[in-house]
């Protein structure tokens, strides 16, 4: 089976090759579907510039040399130069019927297999994870989906904030709060944890003297304090993974990698790269100056690697793991699922691991940067208050807005039925939200908008999967309900063919998202996929079909597009309900 825009792409290639010789071979076809025709090919337009002829001309003399024997039943130059490019029936239907016989849904397996080091989340101990954590989360997880569908082996690290000059602070309060075993349980609220912390630190000089020295005990590994430690870690991981588990990613205890994992390597990380002259003290600090980097003024930016006073600040931290992530687990691309304001930091990091020689051929490191999530007035989220939203309690009124909307659109749902329900599509509505958009861009949080039945949301995408289970659940008795989707396919009528063509183009949008790192590609696909299903559903009555035949090749067309909705849902970490 071929996704007839990638065959399309290539005959088209080489049609451009035997028209105009090796030097157009790099040229783009601009293969895309078309309203005028199942596809249309803009490529004479930019080939006419470098050539110094009409597009026209162009596009005839490409037509001219394609060979589309039993994969179009017509070609032809249209308009400036566009070649519109229809497929035979009898293709599409064949490979219609190969991608419904294709265990993998026409996924390809990557050419080239990476060792991929997955580094998202990063949330920080002893405080509680908020809405800035959820992008991150969010597309990190459906990117290590989608890069394991490809037959990449994924390593996922979350490199969560768990050592430094703060937890001298958060220990002695710890210990304030009720020393030994039972001590954890008094932590409750991190947020308020460690907001308490901070304002004893700043009013309390003896409380801030008590901190410091416990920081010395923390570095020297006094075992008193880090037994204290591991259980503020202890209580952290806990509100992780509920966190986790509501969200339903794939993160678990053993992808913790702390900064405390990395600290004893700072050290070393600073005195090889003084010792190969990468780095220099500057102003009392070892410094690396990676070439091409600048301030405001022109002059050249450091990238501190101990600070003044002999510390270590969170860029030795990058390093050591950049350099663990290449030279022992072996990594051969480093993805770095940040926000974009780390962008420079990242580029910086990156530079002074490949002077280093930790960062090089085949291993490649790439900061996987995404924008805010906003509220109504296009300001960063925060509560009525101006606080920051805590990432458990959006989720909880996701549950709560999605059980309402439920209940309003269906009241005569049982109400067990309805509560199972709920986390599906209320944390699949915030999930299809985020992925829906490039990550690059900003986004408004609206509660309305992604709980819509209607429109690109999560819900309809689960709708449309829903409705074509309901189907088969009217349809016990038919051919594909008993042998799954054996039935040969023929697509006749006009949605019937708008729908195949969908469905022969997932193997792509996972291949492309994965390519790009854009998870919203393959999250337009779908919406793509379940606009098209609506209007065969609209459009060609199944189980009131005119013949036995048409009966059950739309049947298992409709098995089909279930199949590919709920894999492609779960590629981006979101479940796709039997009923709705």
């Not at 001590?183 to 009013?203: H, I, M, P, T």
Request: contains cysteine; aromatic residues 6%; charged residues 25%.
């Amino acid at each position: 089976m071929a996704d007839p825009r990638i065959l399309l792409t290539d005959r088209l290639r080489t049609a451009v090759v035997a028209a105009f010789g090796a030097a157009a071979a790099s040229v783009d076809p601009m293969v895309r579907r078309s309203e005028r025709a199942d596809y249309q090919a803009d490529l004479a337009m930019g080939l006419a510039k470098s050539l110094k002829r009409a597009p026209r001309e162009v596009a005839a003399a490409v037509v001219a040399k394609l060979d589309l024997q039993r994969i179009c039943e017509r070609v032809e130059v249209a308009g400036p130069g566009f070649i519109n490019l229809t497929l035979e029936r009898a293709f599409l239907e064949r490979e219609v019927g190969a991608l419904a016989r294709d265990e993998r849904l026409g996924v390809p397996l990557a050419e080239r297999r990476d060792k991929v080091i997955l580094d998202y989340s990063a949330p920080n101990v002893a405080k509680e994870m908020h809405v800035g954590h959820l992008r991150s989360t969010i597309i990190g997880d459906a990117l290590g989906r989608i890069l394991e569908a490809l037959g990449h082996e994924v390593v996922r690290q979350n490199h969560v904030g768990d050592w430094g000059t703060p937890f001298g602070m958060l220990i002695e309060h710890f210990v304030d709060l009720g020393q030994a075993g039972g001590a954890a349980s008094n932590v409750g609220e991190l947020s308020a944890f460690y907001r308490d912390a901070r304002l004893k630190f700043d009013s309390d000089p003896t409380f801030a003297e008590r901190s410091r020295r416990r920081v010395v005990l923390l570095q020297t590994l006094d075992a008193n304090t880090l037994e204290l430690w591991r259980e503020l870690i202890d209580v952290s991981k806990k509100h992780f993974n509920d966190n986790y588990a509501r969200l339903g990613v794939l993160l678990r205890d053993e992808h913790l990698r702390g900064e405390s994992f990395y600290n004893p390597m700072l050290a070393e990380i600073a005195a090889e790269l003084e010792r190969r002259g990468i780095a220099r003290m500057n102003d009392g600090a070892l410094c690396v100056f990676a070439p091409g980097f600048t301030n405001r003024d022109g002059e050249p930016l450091p990238l501190i690697v101990r600070k003044q006073d002999g510390g270590f600040g969170y860029a030795a931290t990058d390093l050591a793991a950049l350099r663990y992530r290449t030279q022992t687990l072996q990594g051969t691309r480093l993805l770095y699922v940040v926000g974009a304001p780390q962008t420079q930091h990242f580029a910086m990091v990156f530079a002074v691991g490949e002077l280093a020689g930790w960062l090089k051929p085949p291993a490649r490191a790439e900061h996987v940067a995404f924008g805010s999530i906003l509220g109504p007035d296009k300001k960063m989220l925060k509560t009525r208050s101006g606080e920051t939203v805590a990432l458990a309690a959006l989720l909880e009124e996701a549950i709560e807005r999605a059980d309402a909307e439920t209940a309003r659109r269906d009241p005569e749902l049982d109400p067990a039925a309805r509560r199972a329900l709920a986390p599906q599509i209320g944390i699949g509505a915030v999930k299809y939200a985020d992925l829906a958009n490039d990550r690059i861009k900003d986004y408004v949080f609206d509660w309305d908008r992604m709980l819509a039945a209607e429109g690109r949301t999560g819900p309809y995408l689960q709708y449309a999967h829903a409705r074509i289970r309901s189907i088969f659940r009217k349809a016990a008795e038919s051919a594909v309900a008993r042998a799954g989707s054996s039935a040969p396919i023929a697509l006749a009528a006009a949605p019937e063919r708008a729908l195949g063509l969908e469905l022969l183009g997932f193997g792509a949008a996972v291949l492309e998202s994965a390519d790009a790192l854009r998870p919203h590609r393959l999250a337009g696909y779908l919406f793509d996929l379940a606009t098209a299903f609506s209007a065969f559903f609209e459009g060609c009555p199944v189980l009131r079909a005119p013949d036995d035949a048409t009966r059950e090749s739309r049947l298992a067309l409709c098995d089909l597009t279930a199949r590919v909705l709920a894999r492609g849902l779960d590629l981006l970490g979101i479940e796709a309900p039997e009923r709705m």
